[in-house]
């Protein structure tokens, strides 16, 4: 029985992570089962769980991949020279507005069995120390408020998004999925960001 390689193993497990996101944002949460992310990653289930324990072990992991596009994307800018406030103001952006992340919200709208919790648990240290270093780097920038607590803001954020999700994916706004946006970005902008000086 040929060995396979670290590189082979790799590519099928990113398989089954980008198969997770297209069955996501294709079917939304309720098509979100095992069966319909094997077929579309074009895997034997037999090569899901050797990847992954389950279904939720496999959510998290996507969380991880969305997580570190994230902030490799972010500290890209930032050695590329874009100013720290337009960093964190895209950052923002992005996390609200983007809306191929249906697969957060059925992660956490996932069953109660005790590996779904584990998995959640673990997501939201990840989300949280994922992002507070950029939170305190912006601070330090002089680009987002000294007094907050960057643990606690990261969680927030976290939630509020969390929300957006699940009221994406129930299809259930009363104003408009714009019109909370818009008012999302703005309150964290207000509470988050050092007004700058007025130039007039």
Partial sequence: MPKISE???AAARQRLIDATVAVAERDGVDGLTTRAIVAEAGVSAG???GHFDSKEALLAAVVDHKTDELTTLVHAELELGTPMEGVVRSLVD???????LKVLASFRTGSGTEDALH???????R??????P????SVDAGVVRPDIDPEAVV????????GLNRRRALDGFVSSDDRLTAVI??????YLLVPQEDPR
Avoid: G, H
């Fill in 7 to 9: 590189e082979q193993r």
């Fill in 47 to 49: 090569m899901f769980y």
């Fill in 94 to 100: 992005q996390l609200v507005r983007v809306l191929d």
């Fill in 119 to 125: 998995a959640q648990r673990r997501i939201n240290r």
């Fill in 185 to 190: 970005i703005a309150a964290f902008e207000r």
């Fill in 155 to 162: 969680e927030f954020i976290d939630l509020v998004i969390d």
């Fill in 134 to 137: 950029l939170l305190e780097e």
């Fill in 127 to 132: 989300i949280v120390d994922a992002f507070v």
